[in-house]
């Protein structure tokens, strides 16, 4: 099955419904919670402090869509025993899955070994829970993007993502192929940043991604849709 073949509910179990505003209130939780059980997305994204929140809300739907946090969001530059506080802490709040930014300046420094051992922390914590690791794109050259990769690997991460959405760009369809490129097909390539219509979400799983990131995944969903007919 290419992208171009997805029917609209197909495409629905891609998507990560995000909402990560700062501004964001416990009834737009609510919203975003009911919108991915009537949808059927995979989870919703959201900060440590709505996991609760987002947890039981999904469970009283009896909706089967997982909660994923965000931890050392936006900027990943807090160090390892914060991180690795904040992923025990929101695992035991609930959340499934893990999405963390890693720390842009350590890797710039050419500090691997420490890169390495703070997602090997992180992982460690996580326990069974996935742990999704942020590259933020768009502050790293391709080499810096293909080392980032592989020290994910080494660590043990289940997906590589592109981005924020918080950063001065968003995922591109080159990024996703290039870590699609550097990842074995067992670690997931996450397309996050800038997703907001079905024609751009369709290029991203055709580069490669096997998940998307995005606040607009209504939108996106409707689109195809509405290219199929109303077919679901």
């Known amino acids: 099955m290419t992208a171009m073949t997805l029917r609209a509910s197909e495409l629905a179990r891609y998507i990560d419904h995000t909402l990560l505003r700062p501004d964001a209130t416990a009834a737009d939780v609510e919203r975003l919670c009911a919108e991915a059980a009537r949808q059927g997305f995979h989870s919703v994204c959201v900060h440590g402090s709505r996991v609760a929140l987002a947890s039981a809300r999904l469970e009283d739907a009896g909706a089967a869509v997982l909660v994923a946090a965000v931890v050392g969001f936006p900027h990943g530059a807090a160090d390892a025993e914060t991180k690795r506080f904040e992923v025990e802490s929101v695992i035991d709040l609930g959340a499934q899955e893990i999405d963390m930014v890693m720390n842009v300046g350590r890797l710039k420094d050419g500090d691997e070994r420490g890169v390495l051992r703070e997602l090997r922390d992180v992982v460690e914590a996580a326990e069974v829970v996935p742990v999704k690791l942020i590259l933020e794109t ?61 024609a751009t979400a369709l290029a991203m799983i055709e580069a490669g991604a096997t998940r998307l990131g995005t606040s607009a995944g209504i939108a996106i969903v409707e689109g195809l849709q509405g290219q199929q007919g109303g077919a679901y």
């Open 138 to 198: 768009c502050l790293l050259t391709d080499d810096e993007k293909r080392r980032a990769c592989s020290l994910a690997v080494e660590a043990g991460v289940k997906w590589v993502k592109t981005s924020t959405g918080f950063g001065k760009g968003g995922a591109t369809v080159e990024d996703v192929r290039l870590m699609r490129a550097s990842v074995p097909g067992s670690i997931g390539v996450k397309a996050s940043g800038g997703i907001r219509d079905t």
